[in-house]
């Protein structure tokens, strides 16, 4: 499987872009398709995830209410909608799939820039 993240690019405070994050290879719904970001000079941390068959969806404190997380069972496409982007939430942002049982994450995008200017 191979992930191919997109949507980044300059944005303005308040405004919106939308992540997709597609797999080459079979994406099941029962995997953990989550999505992680990395600022300059800090540690890539969690933003949002989903378990499709299950329902569970799950957000970092600091996007809820603003970040969706959603899943295309059709495209194989993971998608994240972001809204009222702040500069804080400037980042290069990955997805990643973890199948179920696995200890660590199994697949990883490239990485797509996300900048918010203030």
């Known amino acids: 499987v191979q992930l191919q993240a997109s949507g980044g690019g300059l944005v303005q405070a308040g405004g919106s872009l939308r992540l997709s994050c597609v797999a080459s290879?079979?994406?099941?719904?029962?995997?953990?398709m989550d999505w992680f970001r990395q600022a300059p000079g800090k540690e890539r941390e969690f933003v949002a995830g989903i378990v499709w068959n299950r329902g569970d969806i799950y957000y970092a404190d600091s996007v809820k209410s603003r970040f969706t997380v959603s899943f295309d069972n059709v495209k194989n496409t993971v998608y994240l909608q972001m809204n009222s982007l702040r500069p804080e939430d400037t980042a290069v942002y990955y997805c990643?799939?973890?199948?179920?049982?696995?200890?660590?994450?199994?697949?990883w995008g490239q990485g797509t820039q996300v900048t918010v200017s203030s």
């Open positions: 290879g079979r994406i099941f719904s029962t995997y953990d």
């Open positions: 990643a799939v973890k199948v179920p049982r696995s200890p660590k994450y199994d697949y």
